[in-house]
């Protein structure tokens, strides 16, 4: 199955060159699996295509979810309940135990809480689907490192931590905060946190291309996890919605004449925090934000911002979900992208394949 839907608009009319786009769409069909691509210039689509699935199929955006939940409390500092600069204890008084009562709320969206995995990595898994475990386990967390001292990705920690902070300030369950306050107001019904029963019957089973993916395939597939609310890695949407959703970040938070959040607050969320160092977790030169990943790579081939093209703008910003996703914003070009896909390749190759999807949508535009 390959669907073409009829409101993609004629590449030339958008100055982006059709030819690069078929290539974009025949590379991610060639790939097999289940995939949706969105590809937007000027807010039009140029490319709106699924292959082996439909056009509302859900798929898991793994790491492609951090941003929301770094929005969800960016709205809140707009809105003057949560201050950046205070620490998380302030707000979640539990939290300060074994010396992490200096880590800021900041640091937490810049990977820099010192708290990358909580009591562990097995134990981050295996608690992922429990708020309360996962809450209490960082409580009881014991830093690797001052706060605002390494950049370390929190690969569920970001999630959980932030997500605590905006039940502890609102009073309300993380879905009901960041479904009413950014979601529902855009008419973005199809981007889930946590699968619900209804939809059910539309969402992607997870593949593991490379059997290093096994555990993940076998974790990702699990109905109880799909819909579990994990705000680090827990969002189900289709690509469609993504790009609508970037698209009003890159609008300066409106979009149709409805805005979510203010300019400012955009541009704090897309402020550098990380400018190409070496992730402590990752292993990899990274440049982070605060609650993205920027472009703009640098010389190093295993730099990790090497998802969102190799040729990126450094003013770029989105997210890897795992190696299999990416979406992302380019101000300079005036183009967001979505890829989504359900296939899980080994985290090297995996890079590679979204920097493919990456440059080549970049390659479509004209040069800058």
Same mark, same amino acid.
């Given at each position: 199955m390959n669907t073409i839907h009829e409101r993609e608009h004629r590449p030339e009319d958008v100055d982006m060159d059709p030819e690069v786009l078929r290539r974009l769409s025949e590379v991610v069909r060639a790939r097999g699996g289940a995939a949706q691509l969105c590809v937007l210039r000027h807010g039009v689509p140029v490319l709106d295509r699924s292959f082996g699935c439909d056009s509302d199929s859900l798929f898991l955006l793994y790491a492609a979810s951090k941003p929301f939940a770094a929005l969800a409390v960016h709205l809140l500092a707009e809105r003057g309940d949560i201050e950046l600069d205070r620490p998380v204890a302030a707000y979640w008084p539990e939290f300060a135990r074994h010396g992490k009562g200096d880590v800021t709320v900041r640091h937490v969206l810049q990977h820099r809480a010192g708290v990358p995995a909580g009591r562990g990595m097995v134990r981050t898994m295996r608690t992922a689907t429990?708020?309360?475990?996962?809450?209490?386990?960082?409580?009881?967390?014991?830093?690797?490192?001052?706060?605002?001292?390494?950049?370390?990705?929190?690969?569920?920690?970001?999630?959980?931590?932030?997500?605590?902070?905006?039940? &502890?300030?609102?009073? /309300?369950?993380?879905?009901?905060? #960041?479904?009413? +306050?950014? %979601?529902?107001p855009l008419g973005l019904h199809d981007l889930h946190p946590g699968l619900p029963d209804h939809a059910w019957d539309r969402h992607v089973p997870a593949r593991a291309g490379h059997p290093s993916e096994w555990p993940n395939q076998w974790m990702s597939n699990?109905?109880?996890?799909?819909?579990?609310?994990?705000?680090?890695?827990?969002?189900?949407?289709?690509? &469609?919605?993504?790009? /609508?959703?970037?698209?009003?970040? #890159?609008?300066? +938070?409106? %979009?149709?004449?409805?805005?979510?959040?203010?300019?400012?607050?955009?541009l704090e969320a897309r402020k550098p925090s990380n400018d190409g160092e070496t992730d402590a977790s990752l292993k990899r030169p990274v440049r982070w934000s605060h609650g993205f990943m920027l472009g703009g790579p640098g010389p190093d081939p295993q730099d990790l911002s090497?998802?969102?093209?190799?040729?990126?703008?450094?003013?770029?910003?989105?997210?890897?979900?795992?190696?299999?996703?990416?979406?992302?914003?380019?101000?300079?070009?005036?183009?967001?992208?979505?890829?989504?896909?359900n296939i899980q390749p080994q985290f090297g190759a995996g890079i590679g394949r979204l920097r493919e999807v990456s440059d080549l949508a970049l390659a479509a535009c004209p040069a800058t």
């Open positions: 429990d708020w309360e475990k996962s809450v209490r386990d960082l409580e009881e967390a014991r830093p690797r490192w001052a706060g605002g001292e390494v950049a370390a990705y929190h690969f569920m920690s970001f999630g959980f931590i932030l997500g605590e902070l905006v039940q &502890r300030v609102t009073g /309300r369950p993380f879905r009901e905060t #960041l479904t009413s +306050g950014l %979601l529902e699990r109905r109880g996890y799909r819909q579990a609310v994990i705000p680090s890695a827990g969002i189900s949407g289709t690509a &469609r919605q993504l790009a /609508r959703f970037y698209q009003m970040l #890159l609008q300066g +938070g409106t %979009l149709d004449g409805i805005r979510v959040l203010s300019q400012e607050t955009v090497n998802v969102l093209g190799a040729r990126s703008d450094r003013n770029a910003f989105g997210h890897a979900g795992t190696t299999s996703s990416v979406v992302w914003a380019d101000p300079s070009r005036d183009l967001v992208v979505a890829y989504l896909s």
